[in-house]
C-alpha cells in the first residue's frame, strides 16, 4: 500500500513535469522568433522577398556572349540563349543543348575561355558542365547548364564578355553510361 502511494505520487510528479516541459517548448517558439528577428539570424518572420541581395551591382549592365565549338567530334553543341544582359553580382544560369551525331559513343571535356581574357577571373561558376567529362552515346542528346555570377568588382570598362566552350574528346575514357548523366 505504501509503494502504491509513493509510485502514484511518483507518477503525478512526473506527468506534471512532463506536461511543464511540453508548455515550455512551446513558450520557447516566440522567444526565438524574437531573437532571430533582432539578430537577423535564420529570419522566418520576414518573408523571403523583402531580403535584398547588396552585392549586386543594379547601378550597370554587363553583356554575356556565348559561343561554343567541338573540335574534332560529330557534335552539334550550341547555346540555348546566344546572349544575356546581367547585373554584376547577380546570379545567373544558362544552358548548352548537346548532341552526338556520330555513330560511336564519345566522351567530351567542355574547356572555357574568355573575352577580354582578363575578365575570366571575375566570371565566378557555381556548377558547370566543364567540371566534369561528359559521355554522350551515338545519337544522346543532353542540355548542360552553367550556374555562375559575375564579380561585382569586374572594372567598369568591361561591357561585354563572351563566354566560349570548346568541347574536345578524352581519349582513352570509358563510354558506358553513368547513373547521372555525367552530370556533376
Known amino acids: 500500500m505504501k509503494n502504491e502511494r509513493a509510485n502514484r505520487r511518483m507518477m503525478t510528479k512526473l506527468s506534471i513535469f512532463a506536461v ?3 508548455g ?3 513558450a ?3 522567444f526565438y522568433e524574437k531573437i532571430c528577428e533582432v539578430t537577423g539570424i535564420n529570419n522566418l518572420i520576414k518573408p523571403a522577398a523583402a531580403v535584398e541581395n547588396t552585392q549586386i551591382d543594379k547601378s550597370r549592365w554587363v553583356t554575356l556572349e556565348f559561343d561554343s565549338n567541338a573540335h574534332g567530334l560529330e557534335w552539334d553543341f550550341k547555346p540555348v540563349q546566344r546572349s544575356v ?3 554584376p553580382g547577380e546570379m545567373i544560369q544558362i544552358e548548352y543543348d548537346v548532341r ?5 559513343a ?5 574547356i572555357p575561355s574568355y573575352s577580354p581574357k582578363h575578365s575570366a577571373p571575375f566570371v ?3 556548377e558547370c558542365f566543364c567540371f566534369k567529362q561528359q559521355p554522350l552515346q551515338a545519337g544522346e542528346s543532353k542540355r548542360m547548364p552553367v550556374q555562375f ?3 561585382s568588382t569586374l572594372p567598369e570598362n568591361v561591357t561585354t564578355i563572351t563566354l566560349s566552350y570548346t568541347f574536345f574528346e578524352v581519349k582513352g575514357a570509358s563510354t558506358a553510361p553513368l547513373k547521372n548523366g555525367g552530370q556533376g
Not at 100 to 104: E, F, H, L, M, R
Not at 106 to 110: L, R, Y
Open 106 to 110: 564519345i566522351v567530351g571535356q567542355a
Open 124 to 126: 565566378k561558376k557555381m
Open 20 to 22: 511543464a516541459m511540453f
Open 24 to 26: 515550455f517548448g512551446f
Open 100 to 104: 552526338n551525331n556520330g555513330a560511336n
Open 149 to 151: 555570377v559575375i564579380d
Open 28 to 30: 520557447l517558439v516566440p
Open 85 to 87: 544582359r546581367v547585373h
